[in-house]
């Protein structure tokens, strides 16, 4: 009995030890930031330059902007999701300009080189950021605006989508939250009550009056396809769907395919505003 007592108090103290672990450094398992090198914009993207945003709390971030081929094209903010920088969405800002919109990467607090760390708080005053410099620096029309969030990104740009309405919203392999996701891959902890940060996808689209299309893959592993689908159905105004067979969530397929560019295409020139 006593050496069951013990097992039983050595179980307890140890669970409590990683729950305590997992508190403290939760958001190093959340964000995965790669600091760099960052290329020059220009040399990883045709007609490209290097832009600076501000965000509202003082920091600088890092950013590309792509012009369109006139000054009414339509533009594409684009948020990435949590590994890596700007640098390996460089395929997609091409693949997007070269069907003639104009894009604007960029990377978070604590990603790039950027000062700062990551938080849900901080992602939003950096999309709000890149938003204000499209608006009042690029000189982009507000209807011509296309939010597209990949992954996590799509919680950034889905919150923003809320308070700021886009001319369509792009959403690639989102989940239902991030503790749904979490759930996933750490079933045996309470991932729930552990989060700081929520992002909560489908609760947040069903607000968003914008078209919205989901593209997702079927083989996807990180982000369970059942979890883009239930963010499809709770989305308030589904412009369309779109299951790429056969694509995981890092594949190329996800990153610039057909499917996917041809879906941001056109989402951004179907719906044309002021």
């Known amino acids: 009995m006593l050496r069951a007592l013990r097992t039983a108090v050595a ?11 997992l508190w403290a450094f939760q958001r190093r398992l959340v964000y995965l930031p790669d600091a760099g090198p960052v290329p020059a914009a220009a040399d990883a993207v ?3 330059r290097d832009v600076e945003l501000t965000t509202a709390d003082g920091l600088t971030l890092g950013a590309w902007f792509v012009p369109g081929p006139t000054d009414d094209a339509p533009a594409v903010l684009v948020a990435n999701g ?21 894009v604007l990467l960029f990377d978070y ?17 950096d999309v709000r950021a890149a938003r204000s410099h499209l608006l009042e620096e690029a000189g982009v029309p507000q209807g011509r605006l ?7 990104g799509c919680a950034v740009v889905t919150e923003l989508a809320v308070d700021h309405p886009p001319a369509g919203l792009l959403l690639r392999s989102p989940f239902v939250d991030l503790a749904a996701v979490g759930e996933v891959h ?4 309470p991932v729930r009550s552990l989060l700081r940060d929520r992002y909560p996808v489908a609760a947040r689209v069903a607000e968003v009056r914008a078209p919205t299309t989901v593209v997702y893959g079927a083989a996807d592993t990180i982000v369970p396809p059942r ?4 963010v499809a159905d709770a989305a308030a105004r589904l412009h369309r769907r779109i299951e790429v067979p056969g694509a995981g969530h890092n594949d190329a397929a996800l990153l610039d395919g057909r499917a996917l560019v041809d879906a941001v295409v056109e989402l951004a020139t179907a719906t044309p505003g002021p």
């Open 82 to 102: 949590n590994g890596g920088h700007r640098g390996m969405r460089a395929p997609l800002a091409r693949a997007l300009s070269a069907a003639g919109l104009a």
């Open 11 to 21: 179980v307890v103290v140890l669970l409590a030890v990683l729950v305590g672990l």
């Open 109 to 125: 607090r604590g990603y790039g080189g950027n000062p700062g760390s990551p938080s849900e708080e901080g992602l939003a005053l």
């Open 186 to 189: 750490y079933p045996f902890l």
């Open 146 to 152: 296309v939010y597209y969030g990949e992954s996590l």
């Open 227 to 230: 979890q883009s689908r239930q």
């Open 46 to 48: 045709p007609g490209a």
